[in-house]
Nanobody, 126 residues
Framework: QLKLVESGGGSVKSGDSLTLSCVYS????????LAWFRQTPGKEREGVAA???????TISDLLQGRVKISQDASKNTVYLHFHDLKNDDTAMYFC????????????????????WGQGTQVTVSS
């Protein structure tokens, strides 16, 4: 069973930058996609960013220019780098994983992912 643990959330001010971390453990999945999703109460979970095979990245069109995703395979960690945070970025952020052959090409679709973390809350205020 693959385990994903997110961290790095908290309360920040609009305009701030923040980096979320997701450590994965359990068993090694080769050629994987690791992704970040977010969800606010009453809304569907939406894809934020994904990285596949430690190289190919996909960013939500809504967040282009403010979000980057990276992976450090030596630390079994995937990061979400957020810049110029806005109040609308307030959400619970989840990490997810799936084999690349499952997740591709729809890397930001919830249904493509099998393994999920518990989430980390990000609250942005003015």
């Amino acid at each position: 069973q693959l385990k994903l643990v997110e961290s790095g959330g908290g309360s920040v001010k609009s305009g701030d930058s923040l980096t979320l971390s997701c450590v994965y453990s359990g068993y090694t999945i080769r050629d994987e996609c690791l992704a970040w999703f977010r969800q606010t109460p009453g809304k569907e979970r939406e894809g934020v960013a994904a990285i596949c095979d430690s190289y190919y990245t996909t960013i939500s069109d809504l967040l282009q220019g403010r979000v980057k995703i990276s992976q450090d395979a030596s630390k079994n960690t995937v990061y979400l780098h957020f810049h110029d945070l806005k109040n609308d970025d307030t959400a619970m952020y989840f990490c997810a994983a799936a084999p690349s052959w499952v997740a591709n090409p729809h890397r930001l679709q919830i249904s493509q992912y099998t393994f999920w973390g518990q989430g980390t809350q990000v609250t942005v205020s003015s």
